[in-house]
């Protein structure tokens, strides 16, 4: 049984896709689609542009999608469907794209509530009131201890249980930077600060999660041919209301990485594609279940070997 996922934020690199676009021209015409979407050559930015710009929250999130609904279209050419794998899975923007490769959502569509959403997210938190910090080499409770030990009535949360020996907590800073030094004193192989421009999926979210609320409204969806295992529940869910109001309380929930990948092997998936940029996510599931196979779906060549 087999699974497709897609990587989140920080997967981003200038040149993304290039070579998809390249070889394959429905590639192309996902980028082409996101442009037009957004009515901005996005896709400059990708490929020619500087990192720095393309890491902002706003261009990041359409940009990943956009490279991950390329990949899976380079696939598809070669004759490899969505409905090939059992299940699709995202970490955290990626669940949008997850939904544009089971067709809930169109590529225009989720484009535009990927901008939405970074613009939502960076607004909702002045910069420099929050962060976030990846804790190594404590499990998932023992970080949700130390974030409360460290809150002192700030906000500071579980965000991201990635696999069990990396989570992150989100937050107001100072109270991030008192997390980091209590999961030190635990024992933490390592604790620190990521290069982040908010605090993501943490109560300070709450007004982006408004902003959503509305966006999602406003969005048809149809039903995933491929039932998605959600973040926020880490289980398979493919009732178009309940996706909508999960894509909302994802704003602020954790990301339950680990979980989700756990309850997938329980369910029979013993191979994963991840579609898109980079591979961190294959590290993480390698972590959290060493008998999942995976496979990266980033470039022509990546394409050829999975599909040959």
């Given at each position: 049984?087999?699974?497709?996922?897609?990587?989140g934020?920080?997967?981003?690199?200038?040149?993304?896709?290039?070579?998809?676009?390249?070889?394959?021209?429905?590639?192309?015409?996902?980028f082409?689609?996101?442009?037009?979407?957004?009515?901005?050559?996005?896709?400059?930015?990708?490929?020619e542009?500087d990192?720095?710009?393309?890491?902002?929250t706003?261009?990041a999130?359409?940009?990943?999608?956009?490279?991950?609904?390329?990949?899976?279209r380079?696939?598809?050419?070669?004759?490899?469907?969505?409905?090939?794998?059992?299940?699709?899975?995202?970490?955290?923007?990626?669940?949008?794209?997850?939904?544009?490769?089971?067709?809930?959502?169109?590529?225009?569509?989720?484009?535009?509530l990927?901008?939405?959403?970074?613009?939502?997210?960076?607004?909702?938190?002045?910069?420099?009131?929050g962060a976030?910090a990846?804790?190594l080499?404590?499990d998932?409770?023992?970080?949700?201890?130390v974030?409360?030990e460290?809150?002192?009535?700030?906000?500071?949360?579980?965000a991201?249980d990635?696999d069990?020996?990396?989570?992150?907590?989100?937050?107001?800073?100072?109270?991030?930077?008192?997390?980091?030094?209590?999961?030190?004193?635990?024992?933490?192989?390592?604790?620190?600060l990521?290069?982040?421009?908010?605090p993501?999926?943490?109560?300070?979210?709450?007004?982006?999660?408004?902003?959503?609320?509305r966006?999602?409204?406003?969005?048809?969806?149809q039903?995933p041919?491929?039932?998605l295992?959600?973040?926020?529940?880490?289980?398979?869910?493919?009732?178009?209301?309940?996706?909508r109001?999960?894509l909302v309380?994802?704003?602020?929930?954790?990301?339950?990485?680990?979980?989700?990948?756990?309850?997938?092997?329980?369910?029979?998936?013993t191979?994963?594609?991840?579609?898109?940029?980079g591979?961190?996510l294959?590290?993480?599931?390698?972590?959290?279940?060493?008998n999942?196979?995976?496979k990266?779906?980033?470039?022509p060549?990546?394409?050829?070997?999975?599909?040959?």
């Amino acid at each position: 049984m087999k699974a497709f996922v897609f990587p989140g934020q920080g997967a981003q690199t200038i040149g993304m896709g290039k070579d998809l676009a390249d070889a394959y021209p429905a590639a192309r015409a996902v980028f082409d689609e996101v442009d037009e979407a957004l009515g901005e050559k996005l896709s400059s930015l990708i490929w020619e542009g500087d990192i720095e710009t393309l890491t902002l929250t706003q261009n990041a999130q359409p940009a990943l999608m956009a490279t991950s609904l390329a990949a899976l279209r380079a696939l598809e050419a070669e004759g490899v469907t969505v409905e090939a794998a059992s299940f699709v899975a995202g970490h955290s923007l990626g669940e949008y794209s997850a939904l544009a490769a089971a067709g809930t959502l169109t590529v225009a569509d989720a484009a535009r509530l990927l901008r939405t959403r970074g613009q939502a997210m960076q607004e909702a938190v002045p910069v420099g009131v929050g962060a976030m910090a990846a804790l190594l080499g404590l499990d998932y409770d023992t970080v949700r201890a130390v974030a409360e030990e460290a809150a002192e009535g700030d906000v500071c949360q579980a965000a991201n249980d990635n696999d069990p020996s990396q989570v992150v907590v989100s937050g107001h800073k100072a109270a991030v930077e008192r997390a980091v030094e209590i999961a030190k004193a635990k024992g933490a192989k390592r604790a620190m600060l990521l290069p982040v421009s908010a605090p993501f999926h943490c109560a300070l979210m709450e007004p982006a999660a408004g902003v959503m609320a509305r966006a999602l409204e406003e969005v048809d969806m149809q039903r995933p041919a491929v039932p998605l295992v959600a973040n926020v529940v880490a289980e398979a869910v493919s009732d178009t209301a309940t996706i909508r109001s999960l894509l909302v309380e994802q704003v602020t929930g954790a990301v339950r990485w680990r979980e989700s990948v756990a309850w997938m092997a329980a369910e029979g998936v013993t191979e994963v594609w991840e579609v898109g940029a980079g591979k961190a996510l294959s590290g993480m599931i390698r972590r959290i279940d060493r008998n999942i196979a995976c496979k990266q779906i980033g470039t022509p060549a990546d394409v050829t070997a999975a599909t040959s």
